[in-house]
């Protein structure tokens, strides 16, 4: 999966923007290149789009394999549609934030005590800096690093509490508050649904439980998903 993510990334980001202007009219460069590559798309839009990390968390949720859980991923979080929508990827703008502003912060400090400090300002110093410029860019380039790293963490485990709670939401819709928290489920204005009034049961037949695995859309799961789900149940 990881391999897949890596390998995928270049060729979902330039087929994607070809995809994506491949109905644009008006374009004569453009208009020859969708041409030539429609078989490209069509590979793209079949095998490739729906290729992205979410698959890691289908994977937790299903115990379904990569593919299978990527497919299943795909576009599932914004068929949600409303706050949600736009929640999910909200948080790369504060990736970009964090990584520029830890990287800025920490060149700065590092010009100022290379700059300033007897130990790397005096040529007699066995620590003395000759070049206190590169030694600010090498320390910001590590530092920005570092962070994205952080960051890209932060902005996945909010991306995979979005998609848990869509997946909560579709498959058993009532059971939201016991798992969400209170400020979740306001900020994405989660009401619970009216219980249906049901026909008194029969003498002797045992009545249907919900849990949380019911889908009370009736979504037709893969094979591969329901027998997961199975095997969850029989276990639990």
Request: charge should be neutral.
């Amino acid at each position: 999966g990881a391999f897949l993510l890596l390998v995928c990334a270049p060729v979902r980001a330039v087929m994607g923007f070809v995809a994506k202007h491949s109905k644009a009219g008006g374009n004569e460069y453009i208009e020859k290149v969708v041409k030539h590559l429609d078989q490209c798309i069509t590979c793209y839009q079949s095998y490739v789009e729906f290729i992205s990390r979410n698959a890691y968390i289908d994977v937790c949720i299903s115990s379904t394999s990569f593919c299978t859980a990527a497919k299943n991923s795909f576009g599932f979080v914004a068929s949600e549609g409303g706050k949600v929508l736009t929640l999910t990827g909200a948080c790369y703008i504060f990736t970009i934030a964090g990584t520029l502003g830890i990287s800025f912060l920490t060149g700065l400090l590092t010009y100022l005590l290379v700059t300033t400090n007897g130990a790397w300002t005096s040529s007699d110093s066995p620590h003395y800096v000759e070049n206190p410029h590169f030694v600010t860019a090498v320390a910001a380039v590590l530092a920005g690093y570092t962070a994205m790293c952080f960051m890209i963490v932060f902005e996945h485990t909010s991306d995979a509490l979005l998609y848990t709670y869509v997946w909560n939401k579709f498959h058993g819709h009532n059971t939201v508050q016991k798992y969400a928290s209170d400020s979740l489920a306001s900020l994405t204005e989660y009401k619970p649904l009216a219980k249906p009034v049901g026909r008194p049961s029969k003498a002797g037949a045992p009545q249907e439980r919900s849990s949380f695995f019911t889908n009370p859309f009736q979504r037709p799961a893969s094979t591969e998903e329901s027998q997961s789900l199975v095997r969850s149940s029989f276990f639990s």
